[in-house]
């Protein structure tokens, strides 16, 4: 093993990402070293990627970023007392908190305030090799391919949504069918609702959800009434749960209007600015809105695994599967909304 390693930096303050060779990290005593294989491109990369206000306050330079990956153990800090081995496939999760924190003894790992990311605040999984917590590595079952392992940070955002209500039996309604999204209408269906509706306003992504999550009722807002579709769908009064992965202050007043009396929303989606809301309207519906961040530690995690084994298949999501020098086009795809997930393959170059 040479000690430096091919990855994707920030090297200073502006946009775009490098390819650097950079020294390889050491785990230090309650860490894994791990070798990459394949990497995700998050919404967040993009972000990173155009050093947008959110980037620039957040994101110290220089700075490995990526966060969604999947890789092997091979090495492992003197202080693990994880049975983990080295060659084990694994996956992590990319919130890294602090144990002694009030949340995290009263057993909320994920509401840690004082969470820190892997690629953005610490050196991050855009390399052949990352360091993480041992606490936050997630062992893969022999049958999850490396290029799934990558995308569970994703999925778990999506899970952990459709978490927060009822589905069984119900009427749901998902907006914004970007890689998330797609996900949860997959999981709302797996989950035993009535009917799933999932809007969007881009038709490349309502094809692709078509795939993602078939039996899914897809709607391009800008072209079809939602409320047709509920009446089409033998709706009488409204869907029973909402689940927001938009950030659009439209979907967001949809879900509002559409939402039966007493109806639950899972909000995911983060609006790029303070919006206006119709609070007279969520009061006198008596609506629950329940925000929702990341995933839970870990029984998101475990959850996300028993989907899998139980036969919903994220492969359709992934469109584009790329060397890792290709990382440009990769970053393009994802920006141009015709993409579903980006993979970065660590074991090749192009
Ligand atoms: N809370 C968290 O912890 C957390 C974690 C990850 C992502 N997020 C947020 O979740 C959301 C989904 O993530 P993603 O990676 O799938 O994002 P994405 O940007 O790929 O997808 C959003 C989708 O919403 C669609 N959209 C825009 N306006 C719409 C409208 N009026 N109606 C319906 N759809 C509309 C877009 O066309 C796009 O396909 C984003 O807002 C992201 O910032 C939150
Ligand atoms: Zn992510």
């Known amino acids: 093993?040479?000690?430096?390693?091919?990855?994707?930096?920030?090297?200073?303050?502006?946009?775009?990402?490098?390819?650097?060779?950079?020294?390889?990290?050491e785990a230090g005593p309650e860490d894994v070293l791990i070798r990459v294989h394949r990497t995700a491109v998050c919404g967040t990369d993009i972000h990173i990627w155009?050093?947008?206000?959110?980037?620039?306050?957040?994101?110290?330079?220089?700075?490995?970023?990526?966060?969604?990956?999947?890789?092997?153990?091979?090495?492992?800090?003197?202080d693990v007392d994880r049975p983990l081995k080295i060659g084990q496939r694994v996956s992590a999760e990319g919130h890294v908190i602090d144990l002694n924190s009030e949340a995290a003894r009263a057993g909320h790992?994920?509401?840690?305030?004082?969470?820190?990311?892997?690629?953005?605040?610490?050196?991050?999984?855009?390399?052949?090799?990352?360091?993480?917590p041992?606490?936050?590595?997630?062992?893969?079952?022999?049958?999850?391919?490396?290029?799934?392992?990558?995308?569970?940070?994703p999925f778990g955002n999506a899970v952990h949504t459709a978490q927060q209500f009822d589905l069984l039996g119900e009427d749901v309604l998902v907006t914004g069918a970007g890689p998330i999204g797609m996900m949860a209408a997959a999981v709302a269906r797996h989950a035993g609702a009535r009917t799933v509706v999932l809007t969007d306003i881009n038709d490349?992504?309502?094809?692709?959800?078509?795939?993602?999550?078939?039996?899914?009722?897809?709607?391009?807002?800008?072209?079809e009434d939602i409320h047709d579709v509920m009446k089409e769908l033998g709706l009488k009064v409204g869907f029973d749960v909402a689940l927001e992965m938009s950030g659009s202050p439209v979907a967001f007043k949809q879900c509002v209007d559409t939402l039966i009396m007493g109806g639950g929303m899972a909000m995911l989606g983060?609006?790029?600015?303070?919006?206006?809301?119709?609070?007279?309207?969520?009061?006198?519906?008596?609506l629950t809105i329940k925000g929702v961040y990341g995933r839970e530690m870990f029984t998101t995690w475990r959850k996300m695994l028993g989907l899998l084994k139980a036969g919903l298949d994220l492969s359709p999501l992934i469109t584009h599967r790329?060397?890792?020098?290709?990382?440009?086009?990769?970053?393009?795809?994802?920006k141009s909304g015709q993409s579903g997930k980006v993979v970065l393959d660590w074991d090749r170059a192009a």
Do not use: C
Request: charged residues 20%; without cysteine; glycine residues 10%.
């Open 270 to 286: 983060i609006p790029g600015k303070p919006m206006e809301t119709d609070w007279g309207a969520i009061i006198l519906k008596a």
């Open 1 to 25: 093993m040479t000690d430096t390693m091919k990855a994707l930096a920030k090297t200073a303050p502006g946009i775009g990402l490098e390819l650097i060779d950079a020294p390889i990290p």
């Open 109 to 132: 790992f994920h509401l840690d305030p004082h969470t820190r990311g892997i690629g953005v605040n610490r050196q991050g999984a855009f390399a052949e090799f990352v360091v993480a």
């Open 50 to 78: 155009n050093w947008d206000e959110w980037s620039q306050k957040n994101v110290p330079t220089p700075m490995i970023t990526g966060h969604e990956f999947a890789g092997e153990i091979v090495a492992i800090g003197k």
């Open 134 to 153: 041992a606490f936050n590595v997630i062992e893969l079952p022999d049958d999850v391919p490396y290029e799934i392992g990558s995308i569970l940070d």
């Open 204 to 223: 490349f992504r309502l094809d692709l959800a078509q795939k993602v999550a078939p039996g899914v009722r897809t709607v391009n807002t800008t072209k």
């Open 322 to 334: 790329l060397g890792y020098a290709d990382y440009r086009e990769g970053f393009e795809a994802m």
